[in-house]
């Protein structure tokens, strides 16, 4: 079945960076999109990044673009997500998820059990 | 940006009762249109996408409706296991945007 399994969160200081990883397995990672989402303490769901079956397409959402990077090994069916310049703002449970569709993107299916990011001083 | 409106913020109902959840675009979305299920402490869960499509392995008693700018969440007989949060999310263009969730709490 299909799993994705995220990795890399903890307590990092304002300004500071912090990697996390999704493992997939269970489907043919090199023909999905990936998405993170995350949700922030007490609030909603929150769109953060998503990346093309074959990263040739990337967009973040704008409270992170120029701080986030995504990137995929489709080799290792990882994806990841390099937070740079973090705030507390940015404190949340991240989640990776798979595109529902082969082809065109944009809903999410399945989610991991996320991974929890505290900004924190 | 889309903006999706949710309402109610939170709906108290019994189990066995009927709910209906509704969420509001602030430009048309087409169909774009997909629910989500959150439980506390779980990863969500797609319940329905191209606002009406039930997605693999979820119950019959939920049921979407609707295209352009309003849409409805129906369950039609609520099982202990519905009270969670759920969210509406469009995909209709960047960036991907959710509504601000329904909680669908035991009365």
């Known amino acids: 079945q299909v799993q994705l399994v995220e990795s890399g969160g903890g307590v990092v200081q304002p300004g500071g960076s912090l990697r996390l990883s999704c493992a997939a397995s269970g489907f043919m990672f090199s023909s999905y999109g990936m998405n993170w989402v995350r949700q922030a303490p007490g609030k909603g769901l929150e769109w953060v990044s998503f990346?093309?079956?074959?990263?040739?397409?990337?967009y973040y959402a704008k409270s992170v673009k120029g701080r986030f990077t995504i990137s995929r090994d489709n080799s290792k069916n990882t994806v990841d997500l390099q937070m740079n310049s973090l705030t507390t703002e940015d404190t949340a449970v991240y989640y990776c998820a798979k595109d529902l569709y082969t082809s065109g993107w944009g809903f999410f299916d399945p989610w991991g059990q996320g991974t929890l990011v505290t900004v924190s001083s | 940006e889309i903006v999706l409106t949710q309402s109610p913020d939170t709906l108290s109902l019994s189990p066995g009762e009927r709910a209906t959840l509704s969420c509001r675009a602030s430009q048309g979305v087409s169909t774009y249109l997909a629910w989500y299920q959150h439980k506390y402490g779980q990863a969500p869960r797609l319940l329905i996408y191209?606002?009406?499509n039930r997605a693999t392995g979820i119950p019959a008693r939920f049921s979407g409706s609707g295209s352009g700018t309003d849409f409805t969440l129906t369950i039609s007989s609520l099982d202990p296991e519905d009270f969670a949060v759920y969210y509406c999310?469009?995909?209709?263009?960047?960036?991907?945007?959710f509504g601000g969730g329904t909680k669908v709490e035991i009365k």
């Open positions: 990346i093309r079956y074959d990263g040739s397409t990337i």
């Open positions: 191209d606002a009406s």
């Open positions: 999310q469009q995909r209709s263009s960047w960036p991907l945007t």
